[in-house]
């Protein structure tokens, strides 16, 4: 009953309605657990909606149906061969497609359809391989730059062949972390081929120039990838330049001269048919090379060269000479150019400017090394004056902030006492710290709580007697000191004067003490060892 429903919902005239329908249907099938005839109804009913002529409907089927497993098939492989917004939907990941459906798709579809296919995840060696060699630019990077498609070496060269000339196709091979060797060769080769075809169209270089800048740009950065490259992926270059015809005699003479050895052997050993142990063993001999190089079929002309550079670098691997780096290099140079002084003018032409360019190179590379270890001096300097200005920036501020921090403090603490005077000045009745007119008879008890209170000494009186005081101008004790003094009980004087005979006693025994030690210090460490040895006698004795 509900699916008649549906598919009375499906007949609304308005396609917006019809393609609600269309998608609740297609999730009660594929999500609502129906039984037997209930889905061959529905099924039936979705495969009629593919008829229908409002692209919304039969999108809302491709949402619908598009990352399930249960989608039937009719229906699936029927949307992706419909408009391109509509099949980019299915063809994006739709489990139900096989391999041959997506190549199908890739050949009769738009550039669109293949760029979504080839952001498929984990697509096969066949998608990928039909993809690259029908592709496009954006669809070959599309396809670089999915981590998960399994892409073949020779379809990497063949991307590089076909549209190596585009910048976000070669950044995205080069991003390619499984990226092979002999790729990032291609890949170096047509971004140099792209910059000369610029310089020589703006005629800033001849074509033949170009050309030859090209080539050596081309052998330099083969030398430069392959610099601690190991033994198989060495032999799979030389294996793909042999084949490309780009292994020659100069590479393998820059090779010998840039310091890349096992290149050189690998290279060797591939053209003399020879296994690369033995070739190993053959370089490393004074006299086994000459041999190798014919049979290797270089050039007969080059053998002088390639024996003085082979020479050089002996000596250097034995320690007889202290070469390194560019200064390695130049040093090989000049050897070989010596060795071919005594060749004919004919045969020495060519393989003299050959290495007169490649001493050129060598020294540019050491002059542009010099500038750069320079440069970087000169930036290390200016970080470390950079350093020295902010730390003494950030002293200055911390001595400024101290500087501040005492000012406040100070004025704190003037307030504070100025608080504090006032409020005393209105605790204290002027009249009560007024002098007595009569300062003529003080006690002895008086002058001693005075004097325990750090006041000022008066005079006291024993008697009727005045007691002169130590100083002729003592002032009289206020009368609300006086009243207090009367006032206070016959007890507390008695305390009062016990704690200072205490503290008198205490004082003199201090003293006495000070004196006996002092006394001792002055007796001879002789005597009192007598001493004590007498006392210990009369001890002994009673």
Known sequence: MMIRQFLAWTQHDSAGRRAEAASALARAYLYGNLGPDAAWEAKTAILALLDDASPLVRRALAEACAASARAPRPLVVTLAADQPEIASLVLARSPILTDADLVDAAAMGC?????????????????AGALAEIGGPETLARLAANPTARITTGRLLRMVARHGDDATLREALLARADLPLEVRHAVAGRLAETLSGFVTA????????????????????????????????????????????????????????????AF??????DLAGLDRARVAGLVRSARGYGGLHLRAGLPEALLPAFSAALSAWREAETGATSLSGAGLSRRMIERALTACEDMPFSEMQAVTALLARYEAEAARDEARAVARAIAEQAEA??????????????????????????????????????????????????????PLP?????????????????????????????????????????????????????????????????????????????????????????????????????????
């Not at 498929?120 to 066949?126: D, Q, Y």
């Not at 050189?264 to 050993?269: I, K, R």
């Not at 200016?382 to 101290?402: G, K, N």
């Open 381 to 434: 300097r200016e970080a470390a004056r950079l350093e020295a200005a902010r730390v003494e920036a950030e002293w200055q501020e911390a001595q400024a902030r101290v500087s501040e921090a005492r000012v406040s403090e100070a004025r704190v603490s003037e307030a504070s006492v100025s608080e504090t005077r006032a409020t005393h000045a209105e605790a204290v009745d002027p009249a009560a710290i007024a």
């Open 111 to 127: 550039e669109a359809v293949r760029c979504v296919i080839a952001g498929r995840h984990h697509l096969t060696h066949a998608v």
């Open 202 to 261: 703006c005629g800033w270089l001849s074509p033949e120039r170009g050309e030859r800048m090209t080539r050596e740009a081309r052998e330099r950065a083969l030398l430069d990838l392959c610099a601690g490259a190991g033994a198989a992926a060495l032999a799979r270059v030389v294996q793909h330049l042999r084949a490309s015809g780009q292994l020659n005699a100069g590479l393998v003479l820059r090779a010998v001269l840039s310091g890349q050895m």
């Open 438 to 542: 009569e300062p003529a008879r003080v006690t002895a008890d008086t002058i001693e709580i005075r004097a325990a209170l750090g006041a000022e000494p008066v005079a006291a009186a024993s008697g009727d007697d005045l007691i002169p005081a130590e100083a002729a101008s003592a002032a009289a004790l206020p009368e609300a000191v006086s009243a207090i003094l009367d006032a206070l009980p016959d007890a507390i004087l008695s305390s009062f004067r016990e704690e200072q005979a205490r503290t008198a006693e205490a004082r003199d025994r201090e003293t006495a003490e000070a004196a006996a030690e002092a006394v001792l210090e002055t007796i001879p460490a002789a005597l009192i060892a007598s001493y004590r040895e007498d006392r210990a006698r009369m001890k002994l004795a009673a």
């Open 264 to 269: 050189a052997e690998t290279a060797l050993a």
